[in-house]
């Protein structure tokens, strides 16, 4: 029986690479004013770190994704809705981010679709600029023409990956410093739950 391909990054090894994360972005905004909005909840604890390593004043916002099903003109349609008092008002339309250089920060970029749509939203309020950051860019699902300026990891792996912030499909696993997909997070599941017997 063949295995399935695993993959794991140790926690040194992502905060060696938030930190080259942290230097490039702080050098493409030599020093301004950065507005960083953070998908919540999976970004949490990679958009904590990296908003420590980037120099110059950096303002927060956090979205709560809210994808349902809508009606519109007598069908149904799934839409995407962020839900935040700073980054959308009362009508759901886009904040102030007019001028301003905004970062999205999110945990995983997959098939691009809500992403896109968050940045579509806030570049209706024409900041100065606007990018994006992921901590893994999944390439394989990618349903539009979306690349991250900034990905700490690439992978093709369709597995899910659990820790730093990330739940596995059992939900656990988010407050492991390192990151792990498929079966290299059960294993370490397994051998925590040995370790305990």
Known sequence: MSRAKVASYSA????????????AISKAYKGRRVDVVVTMDRAFMFAADLVREMDGPAVLHFVRENVRDVEWGGKTRREVFFGNHET????????????????????????????????RRIGESKPRSLRLAVLLDKTSKRRVQLEPDYFAFRTASNSVWSGYGLAGANGLGQNRGALASGNSSQKSARTAKKRKR
């Open 12 to 23: 040194a090894r992502i905060a060696s690479r938030v930190k080259e994360l942290g230097r």
């Open 88 to 119: 959308t008002s009362a009508n759901n339309e886009p904040a102030g981010f007019k001028g301003r250089d905004v970062l999205l920060v999110d945990a995983v970029l997959e098939s691009g679709v809500t992403q896109d749509f968050l940045l």
